[in-house]
């Protein structure tokens, strides 16, 4: 008989991540007996799943109690167990401020309005939550060596840890814009760490990134939205 738990974490681990819409990931996150075994089963190796209700794909990563067995040895705290220098955690970072952060914010919101549409509803909070509907436009490379490239070590350390983070799949780089890859939306506690983006010291430098951003995309933006309304009338047409 074959063992569904072991065989979704067997995956997990030898994929990395799954698409949340998987049927095996599925079964566990609407099943609450099979989360239960899951984690169980996780944390008897010292791992927890990684999900977030919004989130497009899902993963495993270090147990919160065993995080100083990994990432606290020598003489300072590790930035990762990816070989990823402390520039490249903080250009990490910012990616997840421009890319997920706004989608997160855009999704929260959709919610909380269809909730407050549907408040008379019985149950309605037991809605499945809308994943993959919200986009951000990706980033521009030039737009993002312009704004951190003094910050973050320059142009061409930039360029190297973009390629990591690519080949890590946090990001998807495609004919010089950064979009957001599978597991960025996993790379950080949104509860623990939006506060501290929007309300630190990254808060302006983002926001100035985030309106350069969008202002080198506006271009572009344009022209997409004259092709969906010529391709619209052509349909009508027909």
Sequence with gaps: MTDATASLIVRLLADRWLPRDDHAVRRVLVDAELRDELDRRLAASGLRLL?????????????????????????????????????????????????VLPKRQRQISRQDAERSQDQEQMFAE????????????????????????ERLGGKQRIQMHLS???RHGFIVRRKERIAEGPLLDLAFDYE??????????????????????????????????VEEEATTQGEEDV
């Design 51 to 99: 999900e977030h209700p919004y989130a497009a794909h899902v993963a495993v990563g270090v147990a919160r109690q065993h995080e100083a067995d990994v990432f606290g040895h020598g003489d300072a705290w590790a930035a990762s167990n990816l070989q990823l220098s402390r520039d490249a955690m903080a250009l990490l970072v910012v990616l997840w401020s421009l890319l």
């Design 192 to 225: 623990r760490i939006a506060g501290r983006v929007m309300e630190g010291a990254l808060a302006h430098v983002i926001a100035e990134a985030r309106e350069r951003n969008n202002a080198d995309n506006g271009p572009a933006l344009e022209a997409a939205l």
């Design 126 to 149: 037991l809605k499945p939550v809308p994943v993959g509907a919200e986009v951000v436009e990706p980033i521009n490379e030039r737009t993002l060596l312009a704004d951190f490239g």
């Design 164 to 166: 990591s983070l690519s």
